[in-house]
C-alpha cells in the first residue's frame, strides 16, 4: 500500500454472533458508497467477551466476511491473540487464507499488542510480526479494552516513547487511538517524522468535538454512513462549514445516534439492523430503547434507510 491511503471514514462493521443473520449484499452495498475503509474486529461486537482477542470461530467468520468486501480500499483486519504466539498463530493463518483474493492487497493487519504484551520490546513484536507477512500493520491504542488483562500498576496506553520507536518500522502504518486528546496530540508529536503515518480516532464522540486526526473509526456509520462521509467530505468539521444548516442538522444526527446507543451498543445498533431490513433476527430490547431508536431512525435522511 503505497502512501497514506487510510484516512476519512472507517467503518467499525457490525458482525452479529450469527453471521448468517445480516443479508450481507444489501448491508454493505448500503455502506460502500461512503465508507473509504473497513474494520474488521468480531471481538467488539460480543458484549460477554471483554477484550481484543480473537477465538477460533472469528477466524472462520472474518475469512467468510473478507470475501464480501470491496477491493478497493483499506481493509483493517484483527489478528490480536491472548499471547504473542497465538497473535502470530492468527496472522499466518489469515494471510495464508487471503493472500490468494481480491482484498489481500488492501489488508492492514491490526493488533492490540498490550492485551498481551507490556510496552517493553514492542518494537521487537512487531518486527518478528512484519516478518510473516508482506501486508502493513495498523495498532489500537484501546485502555479501556486492555484494562481487564492487566494488573492496576501496568499501562493501559502505548507510552510515547515506545510509539515513536515502532513508528520508525515501515511497516507500522497507522494507529487508532482511543482516550485523551492531550494523548493523542503527544502521538501525533511520536510519528511526525513520518508522512504517511495515520493517526485515526476511535472515540466517535471526541472526533466531532476535536478532529485533530486523519479519519475516525465508527461504529454508529453501519447506520449513519452517508452523514458521517458528508461531514468528511467538508475536509474540515468547522463551524464555518458553507451551509450552516447542513452541517448542524448532520452533526446533531451523529451526537442522537452516539447519545442512544449506551448501555448496550451492540444490541441497539442489531435493533436498527433490524428495523432498516439488514438484521433478519430482532435482539432483545427494552420498550424504551426500542422507542429511542425508532425515533431515531424516523428522523435519519433517507439516504441512509435502503430497506430491501
Known amino acids: 500500500m503505497a502512501g497514506c491511503q487510510i484516512r476519512g ?27 473509504d475503509g473497513f474494520v474488521i474486529d468480531p471481538p467488539f461486537w ?11 470461530l472469528d477466524l472462520e467468520v472474518m475469512e467468510k466476511i473478507l470475501g464480501l468486501l470491496p477491493a478497493d480500499r483499506p481493509l483493517l483486519v ?28 488492501q489488508v492492514v493487519w491490526l493488533d492490540t499488542p498490550l492485551a498481551y504484551h507490556s510496552n517493553r520490546g514492542l518494537p521487537d513484536v512487531l518486527h518478528q510480526l512484519a516478518s510473516l507477512t508482506r501486508r502493513p ?15 492496576w500498576t501496568s499501562h ?38 513520518r508522512r504517511d503515518f495515520c493517526l485515526l480516532d476511535g472515540d ?18 453501519n447506520v449513519t454512513a452517508p452523514v458521517w462521509a458528508a461531514l468528511l467530505e467538508r475536509k474540515s468539521l ?25 448501555p448496550h451498543p451492540t444490541d441497539t445498533l442489531a435493533g436498527m439492523l433490524h428495523a432498516m431490513g439488514y438484521l433478519t433476527a430482532a435482539p432483545v430490547l427494552s420498550e424504551e430503547a426500542r422507542s429511542r431508536l425508532h425515533r431515531f431512525l424516523d428522523h435519519l435522511p433517507n439516504a441512509c434507510i435502503h430497506n430491501c
Open 78 to 105: 484483527r489478528i490480536t491473540g491472548k499471547d504473542r504466539q497465538e497473535t502470530a498463530s492468527h496472522l499466518q493463518r489469515l494471510d495464508q487464507k487471503l493472500k490468494s483474493t481480491d482484498q489481500y492487497d
Open 46 to 56: 460480543d458484549p460477554v467477551r471483554c477484550g481484543p482477542c480473537l477465538q477460533p
Open 156 to 193: 493501559v496506553n502505548l507510552r510515547t516513547s515506545v510509539l515513536k520507536q515502532l513508528a520508525e518500522n515501515p511497516r507500522l502504518i497507522a494507529l487508532i487511538q482511543h482516550g485523551s486528546l492531550r494523548r493523542s496530540l503527544n502521538y501525533a508529536k511520536a510519528v511526525v517524522r
Open 204 to 221: 466517535e464522540a471526541g472526533f466531532l468535538d476535536y478532529p485533530s486526526t486523519t479519519g475516525v473509526v465508527s461504529a454508529s456509520s
Open 9 to 35: 471514514l472507517l467503518c467499525r462493521l457490525f458482525i452479529p454472533k450469527d453471521w448468517e443473520a445480516i443479508r450481507w449484499r444489501a448491508f454493505l452495498g448500503s455502506l460502500a458508497p461512503y465508507a
Open 137 to 151: 500493520f495498523a495498532l489500537e491504542n484501546d485502555p479501556d479494552r486492555v484494562r481487564p488483562f492487566k494488573t
Open 238 to 262: 468547522s463551524a464555518r462549514a458553507e451551509n450552516m444548516d447542513t452541517y448542524m442538522e448532520a452533526m446533531g444526527i451523529l451526537q442522537e445516534c452516539l447519545r442512544i446507543l449506551p
